[in-house]
């Protein structure tokens, strides 16, 4: 995976227990697409640039 940040890390760690399995996968999609991408969190969501 490339870049993570630990507020994306702790914005899944917070979220419910049904969206963490899918906020976990489309993360891991997102960075196998494009590794050298970079996670931020905008409009306090998480977003990639």
Known sequence: ?????PR???YIA???DFAQPI?????AV???ACP????TIKWR???FE
Do not use: F, W
């Open 14 to 16: 917070n979220a419910t």
């Open 30 to 32: 997102v960075h196998s």
């Open 36 to 39: 050298e991408i970079e996670e």
């Open 8 to 10: 994306v890390d702790a």
């Open 23 to 27: 906020l976990t996968h489309l993360r």
């Open 45 to 47: 969501m998480p977003s």
């Open 1 to 5: 995976m490339g870049q993570r940040n």
